[in-house]
C-alpha cells in the first residue's frame, strides 16, 4: 500500500476506534504522520496518564509502552513491532535489582524509566534522562541508590555532588559508541558549532557538550537560539527531525553509529494492523503494576 493510502486507513481507523498514537522522537520519522504527539519518555509518561483514549499505540520500545499500561490500566496499550525491547532496560532483572537493594540496605532507589516494570515496583521514585537531577534532589537525601544507567547516574553525580550516588553497572550500547574523539575532530571541521549531547553518552563525551539534555530537551535547545551549526550526540531519530522542522539550520549527528535498531521496527504498516488486529496488547502483573505506578506517579507529580 502507497504511504499516502496508508497514513489515511490509520488516521481514520484511529478515530473509528478512539486511539492515540504516541510516537518517540528516536522513531523512522514517517511515524509522525499518524503519530498525535512525538517526543522524549518524560513527555510521553504525561501524556499516556491523562489520555481520554480508549486505546493507545505506543510506537517507541516496550518499557515505553509497559509504563502506559501501568498509567493507564483501564486502557489498551498496544506495542506494534514486539520485536522493539531495550538493551538497557534488559540489563537489570527483579533479582538483580533486589541484590543491588540489598547491598546497600535502607538507601532509597531512583530508577530510570528505561527499565521493566517488575523493576520499577522496586524503586522509590522513576525518573527519566530529563528530570534525573530534580527526581534525586527531591529525595533530600545523603545517599541515593541508581540504576540501571551508570552514565545517567554520573551526570547526575557531577550535577550533586552533595549527595553520593552509587549506580548501578547498566548502560545503552547505542549511546556509548560515540567516543570523545569523534567530537573533538568535528568541532575542528565546524568551529562554531554548538554540541548537544543526551546524558546516556559516555562522561567524556558530555564533558564536550555545550549543552546536555533529553530529546525533547535537545530538540528545543535548538529551535530556541540562533546558532547555524548544532553537533548532536544522541540517536539519528532526532537529527532527522530536526533537519526536517528547522531546514534553515545545520544539523550533524556526531557520529554514523548512533542508529538505535530497537526503535527503528514499527512501521506504519505494523501500527495499522495493531488497530485492526489490537496487536500486541502490552499487560502488567496487578500487584507489580501498583507499585510500579507509585514510583512513576511520584515522579509525574513533582513540579
Ligand atoms: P529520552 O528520555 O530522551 O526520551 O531518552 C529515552 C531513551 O531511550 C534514550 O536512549
Ligand atoms: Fe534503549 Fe539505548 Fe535504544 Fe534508548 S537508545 S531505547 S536506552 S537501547
Known sequence: MANTELIEKINKLKKERNAIILAHCYQNPEIDFVADYVGDSLGLSRLASKTDAEIIVFAGVYFMAETAKILSPNKTVLLPNKNSGCNMADMIN??????????????????????????????????????????????GEKKVLFAPDCYLGSFAQKNLPDIEIISYPGYCPTHLRIIPDEIVKMKIMYKDAKILVHPECHQEVVKLADFVGSTTQIMQYCESTKHKTYII???????????????????????????????????????????LHNQHEVTVEEETRQKALSSIQRMIELK
Open 94 to 139: 527483579l533479582k538483580q535489582v533486589k541484590e543491588f537493594k540489598e547491598k546497600n540496605p535502607g538507601v532509597p532507589l531512583v530508577c530510570y524509566v528505561n527499565s521493566t516494570a517488575e523493576v520499577k515496583a522496586q524503586c522509590d521514585i522513576c525518573c527519566t534522562s530529563a528530570n534525573a537531577i530534580e527526581v534525586i534532589k527531591s529525595l
Open 233 to 275: 550526540a544522541t540517536e539519528k531519530g532526532v537529527v532527522d527531525r530536526l533537519k526536517r522542522d528547522f531546514p534553515e539550520k545545520e544539523f550533524i549527528l556526531a557520529s554514523s553509529k548512533l542508529v538505535c535498531h530497537n526503535m527503528k521496527w514499527n512501521t506504519l504498516d505494523d501500527i495499522l494492523n495493531s488497530l
